[in-house]
């Protein structure tokens, strides 16, 4: 069965970090890109970061840039986000998802086909 | 980046009911259009991509339509386990992958 699990989340205090796993199974882990998604207690999806299959290509969104990092390790079939300077807004849910890749001769397309059930993150004091 | 918006935010409905919701790119995004289905505290599921093509064993009631700035996600006789959250995302122009704020489907 293909699968994700992550794992790490829990309470952290404002300006602390938190490392956030990701275990696959059930796939070539190392043939595919994977993202983080989180959710907002009561809100919408915002996708924060995503990683190439060789992590040659890395990406952030605007609001975690110089704050977080993804990695991952395909011998371990595992992702990684390590979280730091954290704020009370990034408070929420946090997934990871599959890409699944459309190829053109222009370009490549993803879209997220497998999620994980996620790991919850509060930030508070 | 591409804002989407989809309407309605939220809309009440009957088991057996034709539902549709649609979703705005504020830019075109050809058919790079992907559906997902949110159940509370469950991850979102792969619906349709592509705009129109159904993902693996989601039940043919469910079809997509639409290319460019609008796109519609329709049911079209609704079942009790379809009530959930709808989202849509495009995947045309990244980073960042963007989307819509949610369809909140309930029961009447």
């Known amino acids: 069965e293909t699968q994700l699990v992550e794992s790490g989340g829990g309470l952290v205090q404002p300006g602390g970090s938190l490392r956030l796993s990701c275990a696959a199974s059930g796939f070539t882990f190392s043939s595919y890109s994977i993202n983080w998604v989180r959710q907002a207690p009561g809100k919408g999806l915002e996708w924060v970061s995503y990683?190439?299959?060789?992590?040659?290509?890395?990406y952030y969104a605007d609001s975690v840039k110089g704050r977080f990092t993804i990695s991952r390790d395909n011998a371990k079939n595992s992702l990684y986000l390590q979280m730091s300077s954290l704020r009370a807004e990034d408070t929420a849910v946090y997934y990871c998802a599959r890409s699944e890749t459309t190829v053109t001769p222009y370009y490549y397309y993803y879209y997220m086909d497998v999620w994980g059930r996620g790991t919850t993150v509060t930030v508070s004091s | 980046a591409i804002r989407m918006t989809q309407s309605p935010s939220s809309l009440s409905a009957s088991t057996g009911d034709r539902v549709t919701i649609t979703c705005r790119a504020s830019h075109p995004i050809s058919s790079y259009l992907a559906w997902y289905q949110q159940k509370p505290g469950k991850a979102p599921k792969l619906l349709i991509y592509a705009a129109s093509t159904l993902q693996s064993g989601v039940p043919s009631r469910f079809s997509g339509s639409g290319s460019g700035t609008e796109f519609t996600l329709t049911i079209s006789r609704l079942q009790s386990e379809d009530f959930a959250t709808y989202y849509c995302?495009?995947?045309?122009?990244?980073?960042?992958?963007?989307f819509g704020q949610g369809t909140k489907v309930e029961i009447k």
């Open positions: 990683i190439s299959s060789s992590s040659k290509t890395i």
């Open positions: 995302q495009q995947y045309y122009n990244y980073p960042p992958w963007t």
